[in-house]
């Protein structure tokens, strides 16, 4: 139904608007990596070997796999 369609969209943008650095992610490519830097012009910077990163956007995201925990404030 459309109902269920948009209520599937309002989680993908949620997801991709919680995106932060260390998250390992997948795209709609098939390229898993984790995510280095998260850009506010609707890119992100994912890691997907040691000291190869490449942009993408942000709604290209399909799944994040690892999610980071927040960090503790002392």
Not at 11 to 21: I, S
Not at 44 to 69: D, F, R
């Amino acid at each position: 139904t459309a109902q269920a369609a948009q209520a599937g969209l309002a989680v993908a943008k949620a997801m991709v608007d919680a995106l932060r650095r260390g998250d390992q992610v997948l795209t709609q490519g098939g390229i898993v990596g984790k995510v280095s830097k998260v850009g506010e012009d609707g890119m992100i910077e994912v890691e997907i070997a040691e000291g190869v990163k490449v942009k993408v956007l942000k709604q290209t995201i399909l799944q994040v796999m690892n999610k980071t925990e927040p960090a503790k404030s002392a």
